[in-house]
């Protein structure tokens, strides 16, 4: 219990403890700030420190005075490096249109510097009071009603789509796989997606049975593990080597075209083999339990293709199953590592607060109706939004995106979006460099 709690604290740092109609919207480092308010190291009225910070900081911040405790800080800039832009191996930026300036760290002994937390606690805060005003203005229908209604639509059209595939017509029949193919990604990847985050509703318990229903009978996947590893190491170690680095999406064994064009049709059996396996590490009533999910979601999928479709022989059958689950397979696979990988990578001791890691190692695509749909605008479009918020839903994400964009441009911090062709053509390029060698550390200094 005392290790779960540990983790807990370690992993996330910011996650709103309550929903839109609740209060704290602030991360651990933000109410620190408030903390020190009380205890009179912050003037009150100010609780970010601004009317006590007189030295100027990047992204138009400000820095606070020094606690008692703590002398100022001077960074020498006498043995200070040149400022370098974060680059592959042939010098070009890993992503179009953005470069990176990251500034090392100096090199003379003694030299002290300060990280600048108050600044970053500033930056997180406003933007969070920001988005919690648009949040607190929306209603239920915006909060969760459009997002279970796109849900609703695709478990309805299942039956036409079964229906479809008894046609003798060649069209007919291709529209029933479409349908159902559609319909499989929409509940597996947007559904289990918003489920981890519990982004489907604000009870726990409907959270909780939402998350087992998509993700271990849709998705044949374990719960508890796909929810630790998504939102508790990826979300809280964006770009962490080791950690949230996206190289569970790595396999460094197959080459460019294997990898992006036919490894993505094997992921409906490759998903759950890795959730079994993954099942020694969860308890036994918890195994037992993903085990009868998977079973029921995988045969009720059989079941239906036999006695609804007319299929007539096991491998027929089980040939649709893999066409359906696999339709979207191929941008699934590409949106996962386009929108960090080849972004800047952090070690786990010198990794940056909360807002520079998000807007540093995350990327958004460009909107799709056919993505939009079957993802979910937060693995999209509005990927950023998402990892700066990650418990809003797919609506939400796409509300705040006018907000968060702005005041992070206006805040000089990074922004990235790019196309899925001009990524695609970087992970052929450099796919040895992205997607089989170690990637370069990014220091940046003053904002760890």
Sequence with gaps: MEEEEMLKKKTQEWYPEKGPRGNSWLSQEEGGAKSQEKEGRIPSGDPLGKENAPTKLPNGCQRGRPSDEEEEEEVSEEDGRPTQAYTGEDGSSPFRGEELALSRRPAKEGTKKRSGTQCEESLMGELSEMVQRVVRSSSWWERHGLDGIILALNFLSLPIGFLFLRSDHLFAFL??????GVAHHTITVKGSHMASHSALAESKTWGKLWAIFFIEVCSSFTAEQGTYNHVKMHHGYTNVIGLGDSSTWKLPFLNRYIYMYIAPLAVPIITPLVAIGLLKE???KTAIRTLCCMFVGLYSHYWLLLNISGFQSLWSALCCMLITRSLLAHPYIHVNIFQHIGLPMFSADKKPKRIHM????VLNLPRNPLLDWSFGHSLISCHVEHHLFPT????????????????????????????????????????????????????????Q
């Design 358 to 361: 998000m807007t540093l190692g």
């Design 175 to 180: 529209l029933g796989v479409v349908i159902l």
């Design 282 to 284: 969860v308890e036994w």
């Design 392 to 447: 809003l839903s797919d609506n939400m994400c796409l509300k705040i995106k006018p907000v968060v964009s702005q005041y992070l441009k206006e805040k000089k911090l990074p922004y990235n979006e790019d196309s899925y062709r001009s990524r695609l053509k970087l992970f052929l390029d450099k796919y040895e460099e992205l997607m089989v060698h170690a990637p370069p550390i990014s220091e940046l200094v003053g904002i």
